[in-house]
């Protein structure tokens, strides 16, 4: 374990092979990174670009009328297979029928997207903000995407096929355009990666500036943030090492507190059955 902390962090300085012992700090992060001999599970976990801490990510699905909690996970930080799309797909795999799905940007992945779409469900996922690559300049809803066509025409009307990777390389088409300031800051011009599911996040963007989704989205929030504030009060830190026992405790945390709200909402006992009032 010793030696994995420390070799992940180090590479071989540049012409040698790491046996003459000539090693230099590691200019990248290693995939993977175990932070911890304590816990080689918990990982570095980026909440926000400037609010970053150590351990899991935990995940619930609740229903927004009454804030039970439908389904929960806890998972390791990073890696494809924890990823928010990945574990927001599994939490929703019992339901049934068509249903509307809300959810804050972070789980607002093309791959998600996706998902949702293939099982037929309503997308209500807030999209993530689209940033200019300069200040005040365009963003990539600036640029009209023709996916049928796979061509991208800028702000300025030039027109480019997309490559096999699935750029739009406008290059020298920029040297001389007036709207150069306030579109790339790139010595060899503006270069536009189009995503495989670039179509779905323009068209939840597009969604997401509708009053009546804007509407239907505050609707809803409210009892869910609320859920999570029952669920974290007092409980920010694990109590345990490693993902499965942190995920047996929340679902255990989660039960509970669906008893009390459900209790809260009038839950009685009948002599026989348990019943709502």
């Not at 039970?68 to 029928?97: F, K, P, Q």
Request: hydrophobic content about 40%; aromatic content about 6%; charged content about 25%.
């Amino acid at each position: 374990m010793l030696a994995l902390l420390s070799g992940q962090d180090v590479e071989p300085v540049e012409g040698s092979d790491g046996t003459d012992g000539q090693w230099r700090i590691a200019r990248q992060v290693a995939s993977d990174r175990v932070i911890s001999t304590v816990d080689p599970e918990s990982r570095h976990v980026h909440k926000s670009v400037h609010r970053r801490q150590d351990g899991f990510k935990a995940h619930i699905a609740v229903e927004p009328e009454t804030g039970i909690i439908t389904d929960c996970a806890l998972r390791r930080a990073n890696g494809t297979a924890d990823s928010e799309a990945t574990v927001a797909a599994d939490l929703l795999e019992a339901e049934s029928g068509p249903v509307a799905v809300l959810a804050d940007s972070a789980y607002g992945s093309g791959q998600f997207r996706a998902h949702l779409v293939e099982r037929g469900y309503r997308d209500v996922v807030k999209p993530a903000p689209v940033r200019p690559a300069v200040p005040g300049g365009f963003t990539v809803d600036d640029f009209t995407v023709d996916h049928a066509r796979a061509q991208v025409t800028c702000p300025a009307g030039v027109t480019r096929s997309l490559t096999a990777a699935g750029n739009a390389v406008f290059g020298i088409a920029c040297a001389d355009c007036v709207l150069r300031a306030r579109c790339t800051a790139a010595i060899d011009g503006k270069t536009l990666k189009v995503r495989p599911h670039d179509a779905l996040q323009r068209q939840a963007r597009r969604r997401a500036r509708d009053p009546l989704w804007i509407n239907e989205y505050r609707q809803h929030r409210p009892m869910v943030e609320r859920s999570i504030a029952w669920l974290t009060r007092g409980n920010r830190k694990v109590r345990y090492r490693g993902v499965a026992k942190n995920d047996h405790w929340l679902h255990h945390r989660s039960a509970a507190l669906n008893l009390c709200r459900l209790l809260t909402m009038g839950l009685t006992h009948t002599g026989t059955a348990w019943a709502l009032a």
